[in-house]
């Protein structure tokens, strides 16, 4: 059975998602040595290829989706920290059609903005399981509330992060990911009966809602977690530097006192940099570490 990683990335005006899957991609194929694809769109595909010719070489395959619904584009508060940001267009709901879109029997589908520094997700693989995902992510931060990732809202059900999954090609998960298209087209309804004060359309709660029906309206039922922790950093926190390709330093929130920060380091642990300006000041140094 083919195995492989799928990533999706569409440009807007002022993040550029295609470089991020470039050098996600990289760090995937060292680490982990399984080949990569990309879901993204003839534009953001252009301009990577300006950028990184050798981006045909670094994806096993490009996909392309160009005739995406106007309803899937969104606004987003992207933060440069805890002090800047700006309103832009979000693209990020086909995830919902991973199923159908991965070229691979077995697919772990991940972040553009996760690093993977170490080799600890090989081990999905070599799994019976035909599905994991991960309710727990660790903050880098020790002062975070991190009280919005336990649940999609206060009164409703537990969270799961749709930052990095597994699933072979079966009629269970053919179902699963149906589901999901489903409630991505009527949110609305959903986004009313699950309680979701927030606006914006986000993977994890889809996913969320969609685990929480075919688990029979339960949280009792646990999915299967990943073999590997993530860590994450916020993006009102701040990449501060790239000591080498499994070690980073972040400036992290000071609780109560806004604008100012506390180092963080982490070390060989995959990092999910939700801050995307941050990502993008170091893609030079990020690849400089990894080639």
Same mark, same amino acid.
């Given at each position: 059975?083919?195995?492989?990683?799928?990533?999706?990335?569409?440009?807007?005006?002022?993040?550029?998602?295609?470089?991020?899957?470039?050098?996600?991609? &990289?760090?995937?194929?060292?680490?982990?040595?399984?080949?990569?694809?990309?879901?993204?769109?003839?534009?953001?595909?252009?301009?990577?290829?300006?950028?990184?010719?050798?981006?045909?070489?670094?994806?096993?395959?490009?996909?392309?989706?160009?005739?995406?619904?106007?309803?899937?584009?969104?606004?987003?508060?992207?933060?440069?920290?805890?002090?800047?940001?700006?309103?832009?267009?979000?693209?990020? @709901?086909?995830?919902?059609?991973?199923?159908?879109?991965?070229?691979?029997?077995?697919?772990?589908?991940?972040?553009?903005?996760?690093?993977?520094?170490?080799?600890? @997700?090989?081990?999905?693989?070599?799994?019976?399981?035909?599905?994991?995902?991960?309710?727990?992510?660790?903050?880098?931060?020790?002062?975070?509330?991190?009280?919005? /990732? &336990?649940?999609?809202?206060?009164?409703?059900?537990?969270?799961?992060?749709?930052?990095?999954?597994? /699933?072979?090609?079966?009629?269970?998960?053919?179902?699963?990911?149906?589901?999901?298209?489903?409630?991505?087209?009527?949110?609305?309804?959903?986004?009313?009966?699950?309680?979701?004060?927030?606006?914006?359309?986000?993977?994890?709660?889809?996913?969320?809602?969609?685990?929480?029906?075919?688990?029979?309206?339960?949280?009792?039922?646990?999915?299967?977690? @990943?073999?590997?922790?993530?860590?994450?950093?916020?993006? &009102?926190?701040?990449?501060?530097?790239?000591?080498?390709?499994?070690? /980073?330093?972040?400036?992290?929130?000071?609780?109560?006192? @806004?604008?100012?920060?506390?180092?963080?380091?982490?070390?060989?642990?995959?990092?999910?940099?939700?801050?995307?300006?941050? /990502?993008? &000041?170091?893609?030079?140094?990020?690849?400089?570490?990894?080639?």
């Amino acid at each position: 059975m083919s195995e492989g990683i799928l990533i999706f990335a569409h440009n807007n005006s002022e993040i550029d998602y295609a470089e991020l899957a470039y050098i996600s991609a &990289r760090y995937v194929k060292k680490n982990l040595n399984k080949p990569v694809s990309l879901i993204t769109d003839s534009g953001s595909r252009e301009w990577m290829y300006k950028k990184y010719p050798d981006s045909v070489e670094v994806f096993d395959q490009i996909i392309l989706t160009d005739n995406v619904s106007l309803s899937l584009y969104q606004k987003k508060r992207y933060y440069d920290g805890a002090l800047s940001h700006k309103l832009l267009t979000f693209n990020n @709901l086909l995830r919902s059609k991973s199923y159908e879109l991965t070229p691979y029997d077995k697919t772990l589908v991940i972040d553009c903005d996760l690093l993977i520094v170490n080799d600890r @997700l090989k081990y999905i693989w070599e799994s019976n399981e035909d599905f994991m995902i991960s309710k727990q992510h660790h903050s880098i931060s020790s002062e975070f509330d991190d009280s919005e /990732f &336990r649940r999609i809202s206060d009164y409703s059900v537990d969270f799961v992060w749709a930052t990095a999954f597994y /699933f072979v090609k079966n009629e269970k998960n053919n179902t699963f990911f149906e589901l999901c298209k489903h409630i991505v087209e009527n949110y609305d309804f959903y986004r009313f009966v699950y309680r979701i004060d927030n606006p914006l359309m986000r993977n994890d709660y889809v996913f969320s809602i969609a685990l929480h029906i075919l688990n029979g309206f339960s949280n009792e039922i646990q999915p299967v977690k @990943l073999p590997a922790d993530i860590i994450y950093s916020l993006d &009102r926190e701040d990449l501060y530097k790239v000591h080498d390709s499994k070690t /980073f330093v972040f400036l992290t929130n000071k609780k109560n006192y @806004l604008g100012e920060y506390i180092l963080a380091k982490t070390h060989n642990q995959n990092v999910h940099i939700m801050n995307k300006y941050a /990502f993008g &000041r170091n893609a030079d140094r990020l690849l400089e570490v990894i080639l």
